[in-house]
């Protein structure tokens, strides 16, 4: 049984704390942005104990569930995670849930995975810093945590300034507008009853930019409660993500999916209106529940039978560039039953395929190139059985070669049998609108 420990000292920002580290493989960070209860914590870590890149064949869920170990004590009044394991799960996962002989961005793992015996936690509730540190013995998890106490003394990366990328081209509207309506009709047919079509930009880093530039610029302009960062070697992987996929707090399971989206208003009694627009809008609502059903069934297969609830449903929500609807679908986990066998039955989320999931997976396919990390997602899961992680929208993809850094990230819209093809396209550029503005814009 490991022990662990904590130290607690004065606030430091995550950002500042993280860009110290931010160039090594495996550097890490969880910066919750924007306040309210799911905005209370965020986590930075680095150099993992052992890591774990699962190419595709593989089964990595078993590969996870190894690096995570067996369950361990924490502390009652430490933060929710408190050591274990932390990475990236990209898309094409889902293959090793459903085989659909899904392709692959060169490069990207379905998985890459570490597990950190040290961490610092950040509550931004009580403006305090906690270390933690986990080893076999007491002075091993003393001196674990005192290690990352220092971290917080590092002296910061100032990021760059200026332009961060020469510019980001989208693909074709007319062929995104034309493979909507290719959705549409299938709907039409039977086929499916939804499916989320996204659009791709991409383009370079300007020379001396790095990824954490724009993470960096993201949380000063338009900061997310599911914002992330990570690097590994030769890639990494930039979210302002705001959606939970799963989270675990005493075995008490919650996905929050967002369906349903209106860009922000440009004066008060505009935006007004267009939060009262969205939440009355019948479609918006019809593609949420639709989400919210497959949500509940993906929970059932390893809750409590019965157990699966949704306590809130039709959520107006607000954020730096938009408003979305958001539900939350709660449930407890069986017994015998913990964060990897929650992120196997659901992945990938619900909100970013479609229903029912399997075939709309592959009409996917059929429509994009493989996704990536886009629409995976970045989680950490705790040696207790806790667990958090996002959904990776609003997310931007690096890899790096003898020139510097590409990039590419994408928008998706969710679609359904009356969805107009044009609307649809107006509605990526809204969402990813925050982003490509952080990239070729100059921070003020």
Known sequence: MQCVAQLRTSWRDPVEVLSAFAEEPWAIGFVSGGGGPRGRWSY???????????????????????????AQASLPDGPPFQGGIAGLACYELGDAVEALGLGRQAGWPDLAAGRYPALLA?????REVVAVGRGGDAAQAGARAAAACGWVNL??????????SDGMTGSDPLAYEAAVADVVARIHAGEIFQANIARAWSGRLAAGARPFDL??????????????????????????????????????????????TRPRGRCPEEDAHLARQLSASDKDRAENLMIV????????????????????????ESFANVHHLVSAVTGRLAKGRGAVDLLRAAFPPGSITGAPKVQAMKVIAGLESPRGPYCGSLFWAGVDGALDSSVLIRTAAFVEDAEGWSAEARAGAGIVADSDPHAERLETEAKIAALLRALQGSCA
Request: net charge neutral; with cysteine.
């Open 44 to 70: 930075v870590a680095r150099a993992p104990e052992a890591t774990l890149l699962a190419p595709p064949g593989q089964d990595p869920f078993e590969g996870l569930d190894g690096l995570l170990g067996p």
């Open 122 to 126: 950040f509550d931004h509730e009580r």
């Open 155 to 164: 002296a910061p990366r100032v990021p760059a300034g200026g332009v961060l």
């Open 215 to 260: 993470f960096a610029r993201l949380a000063g302009q338009s900061a997310a409660p599911f914002a992330a960062y990570l690097r590994l070697p030769g890639l990494a992987v930039v979210s302002n993500s705001p959606e939970r996929f799963l989270q675990v707090e005493g075995g008490q399971v919650e996905t929050r999916p967002i369906k349903g």
């Open 293 to 316: 059903d497959l949500m509940r069934n993906d929970l059932a297969r390893v809750c409590i039978p019965g157990s699966v609830r949704v306590p809130e449903l039709f959520a107006v």
